[in-house]
């Protein structure tokens, strides 16, 4: 991967809808050499989609929050409880991401959903899955900053 395949990612991070020939204007290259490249990007899974942003509040997902789970680990049940979660992860369209962590906590899941009443039905679910010892729910009230844009370092993928 050189630079021009860094800022193609960057220019398709920021508009995925970008045309091959604004992404060749951009990085001084032909159409077709831009084309080849994307291509490859793609087929090395370095790039693995496309999607549209969406404004949570249009479409009613006004609660953004963040939940922290730790796990009581009664007779080696986690590990089934952590099937039945990532299952739930899985078919649940509100949890945004869910991450298995090191330190004090055991999961980390950032949820999207309709309002509280919508958040505590899915916390009860989730609870339901594994025996949890402790469960911090942040409620978020405004967002700074909020991206899933990777800016891939020099010593990316050769």
Same mark, same amino acid.
């Given at each position: 991967?050189?630079?021009?395949?860094?800022?193609?990612?960057?220019?398709?991070?920021?508009?995925?809808?970008?045309?091959?020939? %604004?992404?060749?204007?951009?990085?001084?290259?032909? /159409?077709?050499?831009?084309?080849?490249? !994307?291509? #490859?990007?793609?087929? @090395? $899974?370095?790039?693995?989609?496309?999607?549209?942003?969406?404004?949570?509040?249009?479409?009613?997902?006004?609660?953004?929050?963040?939940?922290?789970?730790?796990?009581?680990?009664?007779?080696?049940?986690?590990?089934?409880?952590?099937?039945?979660?990532?299952?739930?992860?899985?078919? %649940?369209?509100?949890?945004?991401?869910?991450?298995? /962590?090191?330190?004090?906590?055991?999961? !980390?899941? #950032?949820?999207?959903? @309709? $309002?509280?009443?919508?958040?505590?039905?899915?916390?009860?679910?989730?609870?339901?899955?594994?025996?949890?010892?402790?469960?911090?729910?942040?409620?978020?009230?405004?967002?700074?900053?909020?991206?899933?844009?990777?800016?891939?370092?020099?010593?990316?993928?050769?």
């Amino acid at each position: 991967m050189d630079e021009i395949d860094r800022s193609l990612l960057e220019l398709l991070q920021a508009n995925a809808k970008a045309s091959n020939a %604004e992404l060749a204007e951009a990085v001084g290259l032909t /159409v077709s050499s831009v084309f080849e490249r !994307v291509k #490859k990007l793609e087929h @090395r $899974g370095i790039i693995t989609g496309y999607t549209a942003k969406v404004d949570p509040a249009r479409v009613g997902k006004d609660l953004l929050a963040f939940v922290r789970l730790s796990f009581a680990d009664t007779q080696g049940n986690v590990r089934d409880g952590l099937e039945r979660l990532r299952d739930v992860c899985q078919r %649940e369209p509100d949890i945004l991401e869910c991450h298995d /962590v090191a330190g004090e906590d055991c999961i !980390v899941l #950032k949820i999207r959903s @309709r $309002g509280t009443s919508e958040l505590q039905r899915l916390l009860g679910e989730l609870k339901d899955c594994v025996p949890v010892s402790r469960s911090v729910t942040s409620i978020v009230l405004e967002t700074l900053k909020e991206s899933s844009a990777i800016r891939p370092g020099p010593e990316a993928e050769r």
